[in-house]
C-alpha cells in the first residue's frame, strides 16, 4: 500500500499525487516508469515520476484525466488514502549525456515526461530549450521548467468550440511541427528529444528528418503489465520487433515505424470509451 502523501489540481484534467514509494525513490531514473493499480477492481496504467526524493522515500506522479482509471483516481482519492500497487521503476533510462544544445518537446501531458529528462539533460552540462505544446488551459510545470532549462517555450493555442480529442492533437501536431521547424531554422541545436501523442510525435519528427538532427522518441504504446508479457506495447523499431516496457520506452526516432505505432495505438479506444461511459453513468446513478 502506497500512501498519498499530497494530492492537488495542476491545470484542468492534469492531477498531481506525491505519494509515498522509498523502493521505486531509491532506483528511478529520468525516463523509466512504474505500473500503477489504484484500485483492487481497477486495470494496470503506466505512469513517470516526474519528481522523487531519495531520502524521504517520495515520488510525485501525475495523470491526465482522459479514462476511467484516471478518472476514478481523480474522484475517489484524496491525501491520505492509499494506492493499492506501485511497480517499478520499469523500462530504460533516457540518454542522458553531453549532446550540447538540446531541444526537448513536450506535447500535450507528453511535457510531464519530459520534465525529469529535461531536467537531468541540463544538469549533464546541456544548454537545453523545453518547448510545451499545448492548450493554453493545460499548461502546467512552468515555474518548475523555468528553474530546471535554460529556456521554458509554451507553444499554446484555444480550443475551438466542438473541439474533441481528434481536433486537439491534429492541432498539437501542426503547431508543434511549425514551432520545431521555425527553431531549427533560426537556432542550432545537437539533439531533439520528444514525448507524447504518436501522430503529433510523426509530425515533428518529419521535421527534425529535414534537418537530419539526432531525435529520441519516448513512445506510449498501450501497455499493461509492463514486464514484456502481454506483448500489446510492442513496435517496430529498425526493422526488428521490440517491446516498449522492457526495450524502452524510449527509442531513436529514426527507426520507429510510426505508421504502425499510430495504428495500434488506436486498437482499444472503442472499449476505453465504453469503460469511461458505463463509469460515468454509475456516478449519474444510472
Known sequence: MYRILEKRELAPKHVMYRIEAPHVAKKVQPGQFVIVRAFSNGERIPLTPVMWNR??????????????????????LKAGDYILN?????????PV???GRVLTVGLSAGIIEVFPIAKALQEAGNDVTALHVTPSSMTILENEFKKAVSRHLVEGFEVEPGWGAKEIVE????????????LLSEEHFDFVLTVGPAGAQ??????????????????HPIMVDGTGMCGSCRVTVGGEVKFACIDGPGFNA???DWDELIHRVGFYTDMERRALEEYLKSLRGE
Open 55 to 76: 531520502e524521504e522515500g517520495w515520488i510525485v506522479l501525475i495523470t491526465f484525466v482522459r479514462g476511467k482509471t484516471t478518472m476514478r483516481m481523480a474522484n475517489e
Open 86 to 94: 506501485v511497480a517499478g521503476p520499469l523500462g530504460n533510462p533516457a
Open 97 to 99: 549525456e553531453r549532446f
Open 171 to 182: 492541432e498539437i501536431a501542426r503547431r508543434g511541427a511549425e514551432r520545431v521547424r521555425k
Open 202 to 219: 510523426k509530425a515533428v519528427f518529419e521535421v527534425v528528418r529535414e534537418f537530419g538532427i539526432p531525435m529520441h522518441a519516448d513512445l
Open 254 to 256: 529514426y527507426e520507429v
